[in-house]
């Protein structure tokens, strides 16, 4: 179980998640911490970001590192087509694995050129919700589709994944959020709301939710001009209106490694990412090719 929190405006896209990973019972519930250092996102082409709650692996296979490579087999490059791969896939991966821990959620957010033009939305691809929001004790045999998009009189939507907020959590994020919208802060006031809701969800008592997080913010700006001049690889500097970028927030960490998240287009995939920062930016990083 981990904890995402996602939020669609007009001007940016914006997700967030925890890094924990748990051994879990039989019965689902707690048993203790494996890592607080996974990743569960994964960048999609820079237009759109893929997030997932459920098990730490799918056919031997790290999850983060296999929706890479599940994508890549198929050369994906939409945001919404990933989401029929995943949920077909997902569904061979769990054919055989116990309904009381098979439960799996990806939650997709980006924006999408439609003939109405490019509009920004959140997919939500589960075996674990009923069709009225409640969770399911077993996984469903089939993956249910959630899809958010915002008409052109909405300021904002979010959703939150995994570990849900408490109710005052809620109010307070959602008057976060709405001041940000409409104010048209920049997206890093946006990150900041969402992570450190997160890091309260962890300090609370929520021992599925870690403190580390991993957060990306797509601007509308980048997804119009990448598509008269070609795709920037995601980075990692202060989040703004014209750049997607990465964040990755450790409240022991001396600033000097970061990590990013997964990348897939395509046929090229990378994961692993490591970066030493300075000032100025990350000065150097190491990858791995998948």
Known sequence: MTQIIAMITHNFVTIVSDRRLSYLNEDGSFMRVKTDNEC???????????????????????????????????????????????????????????????????????????????????????????????????????????????????????????????????????????????????????????????IASSSSGSCMVGKKVLGATIPKNQRLEAKNKGMYFIGHHPPNYLRSTFTYYDENSDGLVVYGPTFICGNTAMTDFEGASERNGINSVSFTLL
């Open 40 to 198: 569960k996102l994964v960048s999609l082409c820079e237009h759109s970001c893929i997030a997932y709650t459920g098990l730490a692996e799918l056919e031997e296979i790290a999850t983060h590192k296999w929706i890479a490579l599940t994508l890549k087999n198929h050369k994906c490059i939409d945001g919404w087509l990933a989401g029929k791969i995943l949920s077909e896939e997902s569904n061979k991966a769990l054919i055989d694995v116990n309904k009381s821990y098979s439960h799996m959620t990806f939650l997709i957010t980006g924006w999408k050129h439609t003939d109405k033009g490019l509009i920004p939305y959140m997919l939500r691809i589960s075996n674990a919700y009923n069709h009225d929001e409640s969770w399911n004790t077993l996984a469903t045999n089939d993956f249910r589709y959630k899809l958010v998009y915002l008409l052109p009189d909405e300021i904002l939507e979010s959703m939150v994944v995994g570990v849900r907020l408490t109710r005052a959590q809620t109010h307070r994020l959602q008057r976060s959020l709405r001041k940000s919208a409409i104010e048209r802060s920049l997206p890093s006031a946006t990150l900041e709301f969402m992570s450190q809701e997160i």
